[in-house]
Antibody
């Protein structure tokens, strides 16, 4: 079955760090463009980051310099390392397969709450 | 960044109604537009891409149209499973942006 499963969310204090994981099955993470999209509580969707098949990475301005997207081909897993977290980073984080700029497969999401 | 504006924000409709949602881009995006459906507590689901192409497995009652700056998503006959929030997304510019969403609720 083709699916994505995110883990790693939780409650973290402002300024802290967290690493999200997204395990893929039914296809290879390294053979596809993969992305993270987030959704603040009760709000809309915001694209966060993408990693291309060749390894190039790109970020939204709101997270540039603080978040790092990466992957592990041996584990077929996508990661999002989040540093210097802010209250406004509180959201459900989804990993998604990127197809030509659209998101055609999504995980179930993992909630990150940044609060003191 | 390209701004995407959806209208209405909320729409009340009955089963069997024809429903239309509009999405406007702050600049021309050609036909690089997608539509998603999201139910409470669930991930978004891709419905339409390239403004009018139906994603595999999506019922044919969903259709999309438009180009440039104005786009529409139409549900020809609303079904109970269609009550959800719908988002448009542009992919003309690198920084992909979404509309604020349109909630379709039961009248």
């Amino acid at each position: 079955e083709v699916q994505l499963v995110e883990t790693g969310g939780g409650l973290i204090q402002p300024g802290g760090s967290l690493r999200l994981s997204c395990a893929a099955s039914g296809f290879t993470v390294s053979g596809n463009y993969m992305s993270w999209v987030r959704q603040a509580p009760g709000k809309g969707l915001e694209w966060v980051s993408v990693i291309y098949g060749g390894g190039n990475t790109y970020y939204a301005d709101s997270v540039k310099g603080r978040f790092t997207i990466s992957r592990d081909s041996s584990k077929n897993t996508l990661f999002l390392q989040m540093n210097s977290l802010r209250v406004e980073d509180t959201a459900v984080y989804y990993c998604a397969k990127w197809r030509g700029g659209i998101f055609d497969l999504w995980g179930q999401g993992t909630l990150v709450t940044v609060s003191s | 960044d390209i701004q995407m504006t959806q209208s209405p924000s909320t729409l009340s409709a009955s089963v069997g109604d024809r429903v239309t949602i509009t999405c406007r881009a702050s600049q021309s995006i050609s036909d690089w537009l997608a539509w998603y459906q999201q139910k409470p507590g669930k991930a978004p689901k891709l419905l339409i891409y390239k403004a009018s192409s139906l994603e595999s497995g999506v019922p044919s009652r969903f259709s999309g149209s438009g180009s440039g700056t104005e786009f529409t998503l139409t549900i020809s006959s609303l079904q109970p499973d269609d009550f959800a929030t719908y988002y448009c997304q542009q992919y003309n510019s690198f920084s992909r942006t979404f509309g604020q969403g349109t909630k379709v609720e039961i009248k």
